[in-house]
C-alpha cells in the first residue's frame, strides 16, 4: 500500500515492518503511526503559528518571543518533577497489576506537584524580573511576567499527556500541546491583529496565556471523563517517597534533555541580537519534523517497554527495541532528505530575512540522524530503573553543547550553535550505545541490529 508514495527502498523497508508477523511490532508501529501523524499536524499547524507570528510581529519582536517560548518550554519540563515521564511508568504498572488505588493517586499527586510548584518557580521568577533592575534586557521584561502565567498550565499539560500517553490515548497526549495550543495561539492573535492591537511580543504571551489555559482546562476535564469510571470506586493511595524517587532523577533526565535541545537558541540570544535569534529559531522548527519522527516512536515504545520489562518478557522486548530503532531511524533519513531540499523555499516563508538560514538546516540534520540511529534506548533505559544513568547521558551531552555553543556561537555565529548541538548529539548517541551494551549486552545502532546483533535477554 505504501509502495506508489515512497521510493522503493523506503517501501521495502516499510512493507517489511508491517509485514512483521510480531503483533507487538504491529501494534508499536501502528501507534507510532498514529502519533506521527499528529505530530505532523502539529508540525504543520505549529509551521503555520511561527510564519504567521514572524510575519505579523517581524523579525526583532518575533526573535524576543522565541525566546520566552524555549524556555517555557524548558520550565515546562523542570516543573513538573520528572511526573510527566513517570506516569508512563507507574499508570501501565499499577494498572498491570490491579492496584487502582495508587493508580489514581499517582494521576492526583503528578497534577498538583506540577501546577503547584511551577506556580512557585513562576512566581519567584516574575517578582525577580521585576525587582531586580536590568536582570533582564527591557524588550524582555514584560514578556517575561506574561510568560510566567502561562508556566503553571504548561507544567500541568505535560503530566497530562504523561498521563494519556500511558494508556495509549494518542489525541489526548499529543493533541493538546501539538494541536489545540498552537491553533489558539493563532485565533488569539488573528482576533488581536483583526482588533489592531500592537503585534509585538508582549501581544503573542497574552495570546499564548489565553491558548494554554484553554488547552489545559480542556484536557483536564476529558482525561477526568476517561479514567474517573475506573479508579472513581478507589480512594487515592499515595506512595510520595518512592514516586519522587523515581520522578526526581527522571526530572535530571527530562530536564538535561530539554537544555540540550533548547540551549544552542539561548546561547544565541546571549550574543546576538533577537533579529538572528528569529532565524536560528525559525531553522530549528523547520527540522522539527525530522525530530518528530524520532519523538512518536519514542512516546509509543514507551509503556510496552515498561511492560514487557517488568514482565520479564525478554523476547518480546527484543522485538520492540528491533523494531522501534528501524522505525526511528529510516523515517528520519527520509524526511531529513525532504527538508533539505526544500530548505530555503521553507525558511522564506517567515520573510525575506530567514533564508539565511537554509544553511544551519544541513549542519543540525547530522545531530539528528545520529540520535536517531539509536532509537529510543534512553527510554529503554529510564523504562528499566536506569534513569540516573539516562540523567548523566543527558547532562553529559547538555554539559559538551553549552561549552561548544560558547565557544562556537562568538566565532562562528548560527553556525557554531548549530555546529555545536550536531557535536553533542553525535556524543549523546555514543554514550548511550555504550551505556545499552553495558546494561544490556548488545548494540543499538542501527546498521548493527540490521546486521542481526543481538537484542537483550537480561537486564
Given at each position: 500500500?505504501?509502495?506508489?508514495?515512497?521510493?522503493?527502498?523506503?517501501?521495502?523497508?516499510?512493507?517489511?515492518?508491517?509485514?512483521?508477523?510480531?503483533?507487538?511490532?504491529?501494534?508499536?508501529?501502528?501507534?507510532?503511526?498514529?502519533?506521527?501523524?499528529?505530530?505532523?499536524?502539529?508540525?504543520?499547524?505549529?509551521?503555520?503559528?511561527?510564519?504567521?507570528?514572524?510575519?505579523?510581529?517581524?523579525?526583532?519582536?518575533?526573535?524576543?518571543?522565541?525566546?520566552?517560548?524555549?524556555?517555557?518550554?524548558?520550565?515546562?519540563?523542570?516543573?513538573?518533577?520528572?511526573?510527566?515521564?513517570?506516569?508512563?511508568?507507574?499508570?501501565?504498572?499499577?494498572?498491570?497489576?490491579?492496584?487502582?488505588?495508587?493508580?489514581?493517586?499517582?494521576?492526583?499527586?503528578?497534577?498538583?506537584?506540577?501546577?503547584?510548584?511551577?506556580?512557585?518557580?513562576?512566581?519567584?521568577?516574575?517578582?525577580?524580573?521585576?525587582?531586580?533592575?536590568?536582570?533582564?534586557?527591557?524588550?524582555?521584561?514584560?514578556?517575561?511576567?506574561?510568560?510566567?502565567?502561562?508556566?503553571?498550565?504548561?507544567?500541568?499539560?505535560?503530566?497530562?499527556?504523561?498521563?494519556a500517553r500511558a494508556f495509549a490515548w494518542s489525541s489526548l497526549a499529543f493533541?493538546?500541546?501539538?494541536?489545540?495550543?498552537?491553533?489558539?495561539?493563532?485565533?488569539?492573535?488573528?482576533?488581536?491583529?483583526?482588533?489592531?492591537?500592537?503585534?509585538?511580543?508582549?501581544?503573542?504571551?497574552?495570546?499564548?496565556?489565553?491558548?494554554?489555559?484553554?488547552?489545559?482546562?480542556?484536557?483536564?476535564?476529558?482525561?477526568?471523563?476517561?479514567?474517573?469510571?475506573?479508579?472513581?470506586?478507589?480512594?487515592?493511595?499515595?506512595?510520595?517517597?518512592?514516586?519522587?524517587?523515581?520522578?526526581?532523577?527522571?526530572?535530571?533526565?527530562?530536564?538535561?534533555?530539554?537544555?540540550?535541545?533548547?540551549?544552542?537558541?539561548?546561547?544565541?540570544?546571549?550574543?546576538?541580537?533577537?533579529?538572528?535569534?528569529?532565524?536560528?529559531?525559525?531553522?530549528?522548527?523547520?527540522?522539527?519534523?525530522?525530530?518528530?519522527?524520532?519523538?512518536?516512536?519514542?512516546?509509543?515504545?514507551?509503556?510496552?517497554?515498561?511492560?514487557?520489562?517488568?514482565?520479564?518478557?525478554?523476547?518480546?522486548?527484543?522485538?520492540?527495541?528491533?523494531?522501534?530503532?528501524?522505525?526511528?531511524?529510516?523515517?528520519?533519513?527520509?524526511?531529513?532528505i525532504v527538508v533539505l531540499a526544500l530548505g530555503e523555499f521553507l525558511l522564506?516563508?517567515?520573510?525575506?530575512?530567514?533564508?539565511?538560514?537554509?544553511?544551519?538546516?544541513?549542519?543540525?540534520?547530522?545531530?539528528?540522524?545520529?540520535?536517531?540511529?539509536?532509537?529510543?534506548?534512553?527510554?529503554?533505559?529510564?523504562?528499566?530503573?536506569?534513569?540516573?544513568?539516562?540523567?548523566?547521558?543527558?547532562?553529559?551531552?547538555?554539559?559538551?553543547?553549552?561549552?561548544?555553543?560558547?565557544?562556537l556561537v562568538p566565532l562562528w555565529g548560527l553556525y557554531g550553535a548549530a555546529?555545536?548541538?550536531?557535536?553533542?548529539?553525535?556524543?549523546?548517541?555514543?554514550?548511550?550505545?555504550?551505556?545499552?551494551?553495558?546494561?544490556?549486552?548488545?548494540?543499538?545502532?542501527?546498521?548493527?541490529?540490521?546486521?542481526?546483533?543481538?537484542?537483550?535477554?537480561?537486564?
Open positions: 500500500m505504501v509502495r506508489p508514495f515512497l521510493p522503493r527502498p523506503l517501501a521495502e523497508r516499510v512493507d517489511a515492518a508491517l509485514a512483521s508477523r510480531s503483533a507487538d511490532e504491529l501494534s508499536t508501529g501502528g501507534t507510532a503511526l498514529s502519533a506521527f501523524a499528529l505530530r505532523v499536524a502539529g508540525a504543520g499547524i505549529a509551521y503555520l503559528q511561527q510564519i504567521l507570528l514572524a510575519r505579523w510581529m517581524g523579525a526583532f519582536d518575533y526573535g524576543v518571543f522565541v525566546v520566552i517560548y524555549v524556555w517555557l518550554t524548558v520550565l515546562g519540563q523542570i516543573g513538573n518533577f520528572g511526573f510527566s515521564s513517570s506516569m508512563i511508568r507507574f499508570v501501565p504498572e499499577f494498572r498491570a497489576r490491579g492496584d487502582l488505588a495508587r493508580m489514581r493517586g499517582v494521576m492526583l499527586a503528578g497534577r498538583l506537584v506540577a501546577f503547584g510548584g511551577a506556580t512557585v518557580i513562576a512566581a519567584a521568577g516574575a517578582a525577580a524580573v521585576l525587582a531586580v533592575p536590568d536582570l533582564v534586557a527591557e524588550p524582555y521584561v514584560i514578556p517575561v511576567v506574561l510568560g510566567a502565567a502561562c508556566l503553571p498550565l504548561f507544567c500541568l499539560t505535560e503530566v497530562q499527556d504523561g498521563i493533541g493538546p500541546t501539538y494541536i489545540w495550543r498552537p491553533l489558539g495561539v493563532m485565533l488569539a492573535m488573528g482576533c488581536a491583529h483583526a482588533l489592531a492591537f500592537p503585534m509585538t511580543a508582549p501581544t503573542a504571551c497574552a495570546a499564548t496565556i489565553v491558548a494554554t489555559w484553554a488547552t489545559a482546562a480542556i484536557q483536564f476535564a476529558a482525561l477526568h471523563r476517561r479514567t474517573a469510571p475506573m479508579v472513581a470506586a478507589h480512594r487515592p493511595a499515595f506512595d510520595l517517597g518512592n514516586w519522587f524517587r523515581v520522578s526526581l532523577p527522571i526530572l535530571l533526565s527530562d530536564g538535561f534533555y530539554m537544555m540540550l535541545t533548547s540551549i544552542d537558541v539561548i546561547v544565541v540570544a546571549r550574543f546576538a541580537p533577537p533579529e538572528e535569534v528569529a532565524v536560528y529559531y525559525a531553522a530549528t522548527k523547520t527540522l522539527a519534523l525530522v525530530h518528530f519522527v524520532y519523538y512518536a516512536v519514542r512516546a509509543a515504545t514507551g509503556p510496552r517497554f515498561s511492560h514487557h520489562f517488568h514482565a520479564g518478557d525478554h523476547a518480546a522486548l527484543a522485538a520492540l527495541v528491533r523494531t522501534s530503532v528501524r522505525w526511528a531511524f529510516w523515517p528520519s533519513v527520509a524526511v531529513s522564506s516563508m517567515f520573510g525575506s530575512d530567514f533564508r539565511g538560514g537554509s544553511g544551519v538546516l544541513t549542519v543540525l540534520v547530522f545531530g539528528l540522524l545520529a540520535r536517531a540511529s539509536v532509537g529510543p534506548m534512553e527510554t529503554l533505559l529510564t523504562m528499566a530503573g536506569h534513569q540516573r544513568v539516562v540523567a548523566a547521558i543527558f547532562g553529559t551531552a547538555f554539559a559538551a553543547n553549552l561549552a561548544l555553543n560558547l565557544a555546529a555545536g548541538t550536531a557535536l553533542a548529539l553525535v556524543l549523546e548517541a555514543v554514550l548511550v550505545i555504550a551505556t545499552v551494551r553495558a546494561r544490556f549486552g548488545f548494540n543499538p545502532f542501527v546498521f548493527t541490529l540490521a546486521r542481526g546483533g543481538e537484542t537483550p535477554a537480561a537486564s
